[in-house]
């Protein structure tokens, strides 16, 4: 069959989770057969978001071809297993990239360049391109209708409806029906005016997917379908859940992926298998044990700047039954005599990524008493750098160790400074290089690497391979001509890039559990497949949670 188009837009008020009714509907058109992709058109002028400040975006999402993106294309790929790409995620800077460029090289013979039809085109042909053989392409559109830089993203896909006829495009708009307290009731006109709004521009929604913290009446619903011009079992109640895993089962059971097919006119010829997601939401409403790990980082404020960390600890308490509580420990501002307080009764200790020098007394605080108590700790990424900081100054002596990232180098060492900026590598053969003084946006290793792993290891047991590949996005990197100082006192290298030059995993030998990764395992991480650094890390919890009890 010919590739359908879906799209879903919002309204009202952002963070409804549109993404995660992306994920869902994604999940459920798999559970039924079909090949699904699912991309995110985000409306911002920044190019993408690898500079921008999590507080305000959350986390940055890497692709394993190296794409900087919204944390959105985390939930699509953990619902469905299918690998974002480059080409499943655009914004309105990369578009204004693309067209000031083919307006400079003289593309467009001297004409007037203007957003209709040039922007719109551009954005029509990302969400055209690079389809294979799907079955169903889902587009998110970021923020909200009426926000003045999401005009050109629905204009382009009402051309596209107009173009690809309406048997192949359809539209889902997500709003909030509020509930007034004051009043008893749920409110509809916010509904109301959202979808006006959306008609304005030319758009009229097939299916409605209505936000509210309680169930919505039958009068309420069709009063909603009567007034948005759309069939009673179109309109659709997204309620709370207590897991985000429960989402694609209580949509199934409202008929939201029936109405899709029959909309597009599909026969429904089978029920969706959902066997896999009731199994995991069985996990997570029966734990048989939990645990407490402590996330000491930066970002402790908002969840979603580690958005990928908390989902692959859920993940790796289905695996093992548990449930993971996390506390959040802010590293900025904490020091060596508050360790004490914040981690003598947790479980495990995680050290996360992150930039810059801020937190990074507290980090290194908290990696020490990990290393020294026998806490179980991940540190991922800078959380790797710090512990082979903190490992050099304490155990081998070296006081002025630390990452040229927040502390000059000391130039009388001629090894180099211990964490530092290589300016070249290699990727399955070929030479990558960065300039010091390059944007910061090109200045990162991103995407895929392969990893070798030292048979007999920690790691090895984990991953149960002695060759693997993960994610990158960091600048700095261990400086591997310590290597035999480290080992020779347990700190192993224990995976290394396929050249020998880049150190990728460390362990400590005389220690229950001690990991440090220098990609980002969390961004492959599944709730039906979780990530086996995860899985081991959290087993080691439990352990740990054991060993308290005992004691007690």
């Known amino acids: 069959m010919p590739t359908r188009f879906i799209f879903i837009t919002g309204g009202v008020v952002s963070s409804l989770g549109k993404g995660l009714a992306s ?81 400079r090289r003289g593309d467009y013979l001297g004409g007037t360049v203007q957003v209709i039809p040039h922007v719109t085109d551009l954005i029509k042909e990302f969400v055209l391109r690079d389809t294979d053989d799907e079955d169903f392409i889902l587009c998110e559109i970021g923020g909200t209708v009426g926000d003045i830089e999401g005009l050109p993203f629905f204009e382009a896909i009402r ?96 008929g939201f992926d029936k109405q899709v097919l029959k909309l597009f006119g599909i026969e429904e010829k089978a029920k969706p298998d959902l066997k896999k997601w009731d199994e995991i939401l069985e996990r997570v409403q029966n734990p048989k044990t939990e645990v407490t790990v402590a996330i000491v980082g930066k970002y402790t404020g908002i969840g979603d700047a580690y958005k990928s960390l908390c989902e692959a600890l859920d993940h790796a308490g289905i695996a093992n039954r548990a449930k993971v509580n996390i506390r959040w ?76 990232e927040f502390a000059p180098y000391n130039a009388e060492n001629n090894k180099g400074p211990l964490v530092g900026l290589m300016t070249e590598w290699q990727r399955g053969g070929v030479i990558e290089t960065r300039a010091r003084g390059g944007d910061l946006g090109g200045t990162m290793r991103l995407g895929a690497y392969d990893c070798d792993i030292t048979p007999g290891s920690l790691a090895e047991k984990i991953y149960g391979s002695t060759h693997i590949s993960e994610r990158h996005r960091h600048r700095y990197e261990v400086n591997m001509q310590y290597r035999e100082e480290f080992e020779k006192s347990g700190m192993v290298f224990s995976g290394v890039s396929p050249e020998g030059h880049l150190p990728e995993i460390v362990e400590l030998k005389k220690h229950p559990w001690f990991v440090g990764v220098q990609f980002h395992p969390e961004l492959k991480s599944r709730p039906f497949a979780p990530h086996p650094l995860f899985a081991s890390f959290i087993k080691a919890a439990m352990a740990e949670d054991k060993k308290h009890k005992k004691a007690a």
């Open 159 to 254: 051309q596209l409806g107009w173009e690809l006829g309406r048997e192949r495009v359809m539209y889902i708009h997500l709003t909030l029906v509020p509930y007034i307290a004051a009043a008893k009731e749920l409110k509809t006109k916010p509904t109301q005016h959202s979808v006006k709004e959306l008609r304005m521009i030319g758009i009229q929604p097939d299916i409605l997917l209505c936000r509210a913290e309680r169930e919505i009446p039958l009068a309420e619903r069709r009063k909603i379908a009567l007034f948005c011009n759309i069939r009673e079992e179109s309109v659709i109640a997204g309620l709370d859940v207590n897991s985000i895993y429960e989402v694609p089962r209580r949509y199934s059971e409202q």
């Open 23 to 103: 994920a869902s509907l994604g999940a459920l058109l798999q559970a039924r057969g079909y090949k699904v992709r699912l991309r995110k058109l985000d409306p911002y002028l920044n190019v993408d978001p690898g500079t921008m400040n999590p507080t305000q975006h959350g986390e940055v999402f890497v692709t394993d071809d190296g794409a900087e993106t919204d944390l959105d294309l985390g939930h699509y790929e953990r619902f469905t297993d299918v690998s974002a790409r480059r080409s499943d995620s655009v914004s309105t800077g990369q578009i204004y990239s693309t067209l000031l460029t083919k307006e």
């Open 329 to 404: 420990v802010d590293a900025a501002g904490f020091e060596k005599e508050d360790v004490n307080k914040a981690l003598s009764d947790v479980d495990a200790v995680l050290v996360p990524g992150g930039f810059g020098e801020r937190g990074v007394n507290g980090k290194i605080a908290a990696i020490n008493y990990a290393r020294t108590h026998n806490k179980p700790y991940l540190g991922i990424c800078f959380g790797m750098q710090l512990a082979v900081i903190e490992y050099a100054r304490d155990v081998l002596g070296i006081k002025d160790a630390a990452s040229t």
